[in-house]
């Protein structure tokens, strides 16, 4: 078993930054893709960032040019860095780590207008 701990959300205004770190217990080498998806009060968990174990990268499109996912293996942890922040990037932002899968249990971005 591995747990993910999301951390590094918050509220912020828009145009500003915040990053946000995903801690594995153990090691994330073994992955296939370490992701964030992120969920929106009633809308559906949608994929924001995934980078593969060989550090292919593959973003939304809502999102391309301002997040920016990479991954420390040597700390077991991945970070999406998150700029120019609009007032509807604020959601619920998951970890999700494949395969096997498991997901993180959130850390909320409230982004102000």
């Known amino acids: 078993q591995v747990q993910l701990v999301e951390s590094g959300g918050g509220l912020v205004q828009a145009g500003g930054s915040l990053r946000l770190s995903c801690a594995a217990s153990?090691?994330?080498?073994?992955?296939?893709?370490m992701g964030w998806f992120r969920q929106a009060p009633g809308k559906q968990r949608e994929l924001v960032a995934t980078m593969s174990s060989g550090g292919s990268t593959n973003y939304a499109d809502s999102v391309k040019g301002r997040f920016t996912i990479s991954r420390d293996n040597a700390k077991n942890t991945v970070y999406l860095q998150m700029n120019s922040l609009k007032p509807e990037d604020t959601a619920a932002y998951y970890c999700?780590?494949?395969?096997?899968?498991?997901w993180g249990q959130g850390t909320q971005v409230t982004v102000s207008s």
């Open positions: 999700k780590a494949s395969l096997p899968l498991y």
């Open positions: 153990g090691s994330i080498v073994r992955f296939n893709t």
